[in-house]
C-alpha cells in the first residue's frame, strides 16, 4: 500500500483508483472510481 498525496483534497491518500490509478484518500474514493476521474468524466 502506497501512502502519498491525494490528488484530489491534498490529504492522506492511502488508496490508489482502480479506474484511473490516482493516489487519493478514502474520502475521495467512490464506487464508480474516484473523484479525480470522475470529475474527468462529468456523468
Do not use: H, W, Y
Not at 498525496?5 to 493516489?23: E, H
Amino acid at each position: 500500500m502506497k501512502i502519498g498525496i491525494c490528488q484530489c483534497c491534498g490529504g492522506v491518500a492511502t488508496q490508489t483508483c482502480k479506474f484511473c490509478g490516482a493516489l487519493v484518500c478514502i474520502k475521495c474514493t467512490t464506487s464508480n472510481g474516484c473523484k479525480v476521474c470522475e470529475g474527468r468524466k462529468k456523468i
